[in-house]
């Protein structure tokens, strides 16, 4: 069965170019069971083949599959290799089971519109993209995937093309994310140079053997430009500027790639290659700075936000924050958890978020609607359950159990301390804040918009299965205090190292008194939520409004500044210099030699006039030149 692993990106790839070659034969209903059907059949092969490697582990507890060898030159023979682990089975499982559901979603979401098979060939490629990323055995193949994943961003960010808004959302992410690119393929450069291989395995060997000297300063070095690679595409700060824009493109696109898959390929990246973080302390604490900075940030800007699906990408880039935290106080198994369970609950408020919207005629702003559980209880039930899932409600949801485990490594773990302690809590608290002010200014209220469509099975089966995933999801890896069940942990020991808990912290940090610390966070954030949105929310509007409380929902509202510090120190130079390059010295001299060629073959092609006369005459005028020079001389 593990032979059948290339089948598994392979056959979206054969869906996407089946609906390139015959997308206007098959029809919609052809291209709603190619497009959704590759997809859904790489996941059921993804639970047999992850499956069988779960009933029997190969040796080593990996399974390589080379393909084929790329190229050949100077030795350096990179394949088309595949490897599959306990790191690749969780992002591969949720990638082709979650992206099934989201093409079912979107069978009914998109069917009213005119790129129907154009959006199906780009989602295949994405999750094809996605695949090839997260298996290859070496990190050239890996950055093939990450440049695809970017490309298919780009398209399906600008898919509504008519809009010069979202041409320029999709260009933004394009552009932004190319610069953590240019981080990663430097650190690649460095790495090959060095160590003289990109194949990961043989690579992390090296680098551990080799280390500590004199290889530290290399190390390091590759640990922070692998993390600008993974601060581009994640969204992190101070890259994290994209994503919010990128909300232009359809919902499912939102589901997909700025939710469950895409934003998380810088977690992916850090936690496979984290031998690197390992041996440089300053990386790994980056990591976990840049993380601590952006839950922060983004948390505070969701809590604003008047567009329901910004408000949810903020919290996304807010979520991410969070596993890299985890990444960077060793917490690699913490990080992994929650990207697994961020990816269902998250899913799920992004296709339900798709319902309201096109139910309400496009509206996004969550102040014009109101009052919807009954219009949509289907859509209320599924949302909340995504809405507690996020502010990680106890017991009873995924998130709580991923999230309050990252809390307590970023206390306990020898690579923790205090502060992260405390903005992790904090964190959790403006989680509680914004997820359920969505929940009480969408569900609950006056109603202020007619509900003009309802969603059907198509879209109502996904909504249903990521409910019951964020529900059941944390329970793969639950606390020793609720019994030690771990199933996940034990997967994950085999491929990464567990955070290093030592120490009085450690020991409280694990107990049940940690874990109520953080019920009481996360419920006073809901409580409160409660308090300014139900019985007050008149009042909190209006103190939102106030003159004195208007720059700091300003500046959160638009993301701390970002943007606009970007504008005024890069964009605008770099257009001022562009347009001054049109005509700089440069191009009047290439201008000028191009002038003097034309008139030297002006000049020329004028005596080529076919007459033997005007010939015989230039030519006797050349021999009296030559007989007055030799004479003369």
Same mark, same amino acid.
């Given at each position: 069965m593990l032979s059948l692993l290339w089948l598994i990106p392979a056959l979206p790839a054969a869906g996407s170019v089946l609906l390139v070659l015959l997308g206007r034969r098959l029809g919609r209903a052809g291209t709603a069971w190619v497009g959704t059907g590759s997809v859904g059949l790489s996941a059921v092969l993804a639970l047999l083949v992850c499956g069988s490697f779960l009933a029997a582990p190969p040796a080593g507890d990996a399974y390589r599959q080379v393909l084929w060898t790329w190229f050949d030159v100077g030795g350096f023979a990179p394949a088309i290799g595949l490897h599959l682990d306990a790191v690749s089975i969780v992002w591969v499982l949720v990638i082709t089971v979650v992206g099934f559901l989201i093409h079912l979603y979107s069978v009914e979401h998109m069917e009213r519109d005119d790129g129907f098979t154009r959006f199906f060939i780009y989602m295949d490629l994405f999750v094809f993209s996605m695949l090839v990323l997260v298996l290859a055995d070496n990190l050239l193949l890996l950055y093939l995937g990450w440049e695809g994943v970017g490309l298919c961003s780009y398209l399906l960010i600008a898919f509504w093309q008519?809009?010069?808004q979202n041409v320029y959302s999709g260009r933004k992410a394009f552009i932004v994310t190319r610069v953590g690119d240019t981080a990663l393929i430097a650190g690649l450069f460095l790495l090959f140079t060095h160590y003289h291989t990109l194949e990961i395995g043989q690579l992390m060997h090296l680098v551990a053997s080799r280390s500590p000297a004199p290889d530290s300063g290399v190390v390091l070095a590759a640990g922070l430009l692998l993390l600008g690679g993974a601060v581009g595409k994640s969204a992190q700060a101070p890259l994290q500027t994209w994503l919010p824009d990128a909300m232009a493109g359809p919902s499912p696109v939102?589901?997909? $790639?700025?939710?469950?898959?895409?934003?998380?390929a810088g977690v992916y990246l850090i936690a496979r290659t984290n031998v690197l973080y390992t041996l440089a302390p300053d990386a790994r604490l980056a990591v976990a700075i840049v993380g601590t900075v952006t839950l922060l940030l983004?948390?505070?800007?969701?809590?604003?936000?008047?567009?329901?699906?910004?408000?949810?990408?903020?919290?996304?880039?807010?979520? $991410?924050?969070?596993?890299?935290?985890?990444?960077?106080?060793?917490?690699?198994?913490?990080?992994?958890?929650?990207?697994?369970?961020?990816?269902?609950?998250?899913?799920?408020?992004f296709?339900?978020?798709?319902?309201?919207?096109?139910?309400?005629?496009?509206?996004?702003?969550?102040?014009?609607?109101?009052?919807?559980?009954?219009?949509?209880?289907?859509?209320?039930?599924?949302?909340t359950v995504g809405a507690a899932a996020l502010a990680a409600l106890p017991l009873v949801t995924d998130g709580f159990y991923s999230k309050d485990l990252i809390i307590a490594t970023s206390l306990g773990s020898v690579d923790g301390g205090a502060w992260f302690y405390v903005a992790s809590l904090i964190g959790?608290?403006?989680?509680?804040?914004?997820?359920?002010?969505?929940v009480w200014l969408v569900f609950f209220g006056a109603r202020r918009t007619e509900v003009s469509r309802r969603p059907r099975w198509r879209q109502l089966v996904p909504l249903y299965a990521l409910a019951a995933l964020s529900v059941t999801g944390g329970f793969v890896w639950m606390p020793a205090w609720l019994g030690g069940f771990?199933?996940?942990?034990?997967?994950?020991?085999?491929?990464?190292?567990?955070?290093?808990?030592?120490?009085?912290?450690?020991?409280?940090a694990e107990s049940v008194g940690a874990a109520l610390i953080t019920i009481l966070v996360v419920a006073a954030g809901v409580g409160l939520s409660y308090v300014l949105w139900m019985p007050r929310r008149e009042r909190t509007q209006a103190f939102a409004a106030a003159p004195s409380v208007q720059p700091l929902v300003a500046l959160w509202l638009g993301g701390w500044?970002?943007?606009?510090?970007?504008?005024?120190?890069?964009?605008?130079?770099?257009?001022?210099?562009?347009?001054w390059a049109r005509h700089d010295l440069v191009d009047h001299v290439v201008g000028g030699i191009a002038w003097l060629n034309l008139a030297g073959w002006r000049g020329l092609s004028a005596g080529q006039n076919g007459r033997l006369r005007g010939y015989l005459a230039v030519t006797g005028l050349g021999v009296v030149l030559v007989l007055a020079v030799v004479v003369l001389r």
């Amino acid at each position: 069965m593990l032979s059948l692993l290339w089948l598994i990106p392979a056959l979206p790839a054969a869906g996407s170019v089946l609906l390139v070659l015959l997308g206007r034969r098959l029809g919609r209903a052809g291209t709603a069971w190619v497009g959704t059907g590759s997809v859904g059949l790489s996941a059921v092969l993804a639970l047999l083949v992850c499956g069988s490697f779960l009933a029997a582990p190969p040796a080593g507890d990996a399974y390589r599959q080379v393909l084929w060898t790329w190229f050949d030159v100077g030795g350096f023979a990179p394949a088309i290799g595949l490897h599959l682990d306990a790191v690749s089975i969780v992002w591969v499982l949720v990638i082709t089971v979650v992206g099934f559901l989201i093409h079912l979603y979107s069978v009914e979401h998109m069917e009213r519109d005119d790129g129907f098979t154009r959006f199906f060939i780009y989602m295949d490629l994405f999750v094809f993209s996605m695949l090839v990323l997260v298996l290859a055995d070496n990190l050239l193949l890996l950055y093939l995937g990450w440049e695809g994943v970017g490309l298919c961003s780009y398209l399906l960010i600008a898919f509504w093309q008519e809009d010069a808004q979202n041409v320029y959302s999709g260009r933004k992410a394009f552009i932004v994310t190319r610069v953590g690119d240019t981080a990663l393929i430097a650190g690649l450069f460095l790495l090959f140079t060095h160590y003289h291989t990109l194949e990961i395995g043989q690579l992390m060997h090296l680098v551990a053997s080799r280390s500590p000297a004199p290889d530290s300063g290399v190390v390091l070095a590759a640990g922070l430009l692998l993390l600008g690679g993974a601060v581009g595409k994640s969204a992190q700060a101070p890259l994290q500027t994209w994503l919010p824009d990128a909300m232009a493109g359809p919902s499912p696109v939102s589901a997909l $790639i700025h939710a469950a898959t895409m934003v998380t390929a810088g977690v992916y990246l850090i936690a496979r290659t984290n031998v690197l973080y390992t041996l440089a302390p300053d990386a790994r604490l980056a990591v976990a700075i840049v993380g601590t900075v952006t839950l922060l940030l983004a948390g505070f800007s969701a809590l604003v936000q008047r567009d329901l699906k910004r408000a949810l990408a903020y919290s996304t880039i807010s979520q $991410i924050g969070y596993m890299f935290l985890a990444l960077g106080v060793s917490g690699w198994e913490a990080a992994v958890f929650h990207f697994m369970t961020h990816a269902f609950f998250k899913a799920l408020l992004f296709l339900a978020a798709g319902v309201v919207i096109v139910a309400l005629a496009d509206e996004h702003d969550i102040f014009r609607m109101g009052g919807l559980r009954r219009e949509l209880p289907a859509v209320f039930a599924t949302f909340t359950v995504g809405a507690a899932a996020l502010a990680a409600l106890p017991l009873v949801t995924d998130g709580f159990y991923s999230k309050d485990l990252i809390i307590a490594t970023s206390l306990g773990s020898v690579d923790g301390g205090a502060w992260f302690y405390v903005a992790s809590l904090i964190g959790a608290f403006v989680t509680g804040l914004y997820s359920f002010r969505l929940v009480w200014l969408v569900f609950f209220g006056a109603r202020r918009t007619e509900v003009s469509r309802r969603p059907r099975w198509r879209q109502l089966v996904p909504l249903y299965a990521l409910a019951a995933l964020s529900v059941t999801g944390g329970f793969v890896w639950m606390p020793a205090w609720l019994g030690g069940f771990e199933p996940l942990r034990k997967l994950l020991d085999t491929a990464l190292p567990p955070a290093p808990m030592e120490g009085a912290a450690a020991h409280f940090a694990e107990s049940v008194g940690a874990a109520l610390i953080t019920i009481l966070v996360v419920a006073a954030g809901v409580g409160l939520s409660y308090v300014l949105w139900m019985p007050r929310r008149e009042r909190t509007q209006a103190f939102a409004a106030a003159p004195s409380v208007q720059p700091l929902v300003a500046l959160w509202l638009g993301g701390w500044g970002f943007d606009w510090f970007y504008e005024r120190v890069f964009v605008r130079p770099v257009k001022r210099f562009a347009h001054w390059a049109r005509h700089d010295l440069v191009d009047h001299v290439v201008g000028g030699i191009a002038w003097l060629n034309l008139a030297g073959w002006r000049g020329l092609s004028a005596g080529q006039n076919g007459r033997l006369r005007g010939y015989l005459a230039v030519t006797g005028l050349g021999v009296v030149l030559v007989l007055a020079v030799v004479v003369l001389r």
